[in-house]
């Protein structure tokens, strides 16, 4: 954890200021010393989570930054999804090595909902566990791709609901990260997850997994919260082709090359549930 970031925290907190701490790739909201929003490009951002959980529009929430929150503020899940989102920010910017920068600004249009006190910000983020675990070290969350083994050792595995996903995900492409946003998780969940999955022996480890030569993560339209910047990535999906005669069966080359990794992961993961 960067200590010269909870000090600086808990130095905001006891001058009881109001502003913009930014650290690295993103920053924390204070007024009063209290933290009411955190962002960092690592993680889902907070727009992504309120409007895939249906609390609120995106027009709403643009209308919100403007200065007009008053008819989003009484939705009852914002301020749930508002801590998620500071907690999930805090427990990669709190391991950043960087320097921090305080800025006075004005209130974040969600203090009225959302205070953390940094303590109880500290604690949590504590408890969630050292983010340079291995195999999945916290840095790692936006910088490989995770890929899902090409044959199950194991007979047998119990999944949660969440891991399930996450690993449907896994195409060799996505980072964390990546998958968080398409999912419209938090980015600490689908670390959580993809560690789990590793140590069931369902993801490469990423010091194991073959890395496409000039890897870079698909854009996802989520990747900002202002603008679609790319179309939303899906796993590969065959498309029949049009007949002539609906009553004669398909001719062998009406559908798509299949995709053989593809099929792979589906086999194993059917193998899983059975």
């Known amino acids: 954890m960067g200590v010269d970031v909870a000090a600086e925290l808990r130095r905001l907190e006891k001058e009881r200021s109001t502003g913009v701490l930014c650290v690295g790739d993103g920053a924390f909201h204070l007024a009063n010393g209290a933290i009411t929003a955190a962002d960092c490009l690592r993680t889902t951002n907070l727009d992504l989570l309120v409007v895939a959980a249906g609390v609120a529009t995106t027009e709403e929430l643009r209308r919100a930054a403007a200065g007009d929150p008053h008819g989003v503020l009484t939705r009852t899940r914002l301020e749930t999804l508002a801590l998620l989102s500071v907690f999930d920010a805090a427990y990669f910017l709190l391991a950043t090595p960087v320097v921090p920068e305080f800025r ?32 999945w070290p916290a840095d790692l969350v936006d910088r490989a791709p995770v890929v ?21 995900a896994a195409d060799g492409r996505r980072s964390v990260a990546g998958i968080a946003r398409d999912l419209g998780r938090t980015s ?14 369902l993801i490469e480890p990423p010091d194991l997994a073959p890395v496409p030569a000039g890897w870079s993560e698909p854009i996802s339209h989520a990747a900002t919260a202002v603008a679609v910047t790319g179309p939303r990535q899906f796993l590969p999906r065959r ?17 798509e090359p299949v995709d053989r990794d593809l099929l792979i992961r589906l086999r194993a993961a059917l193998e899983e549930l059975a």
């Open 104 to 135: 006075p600004a004005p209130p974040h249009w969600l203090a009225p909902v959302c205070h953390i006190p940094p303590r109880i910000l500290l604690h949590e983020c504590a408890r969630r566990g050292d983010p340079e675990a291995e195999p």
């Open 148 to 168: 899902p083994v090409r044959r199950v050792r194991r007979r047998r595995v119990a999944l949660t609901g969440g891991q399930t996903e996450v690993l449907a």
């Open 188 to 201: 600490y969940g689908a670390l959580v997850a993809v560690r789990e999955l590793t140590a069931a022996g």
């Open 239 to 255: 498309v029949r082709q049009p007949v002539s005669a609906p009553a004669t069966a398909p001719a062998p080359d009406s559908w």
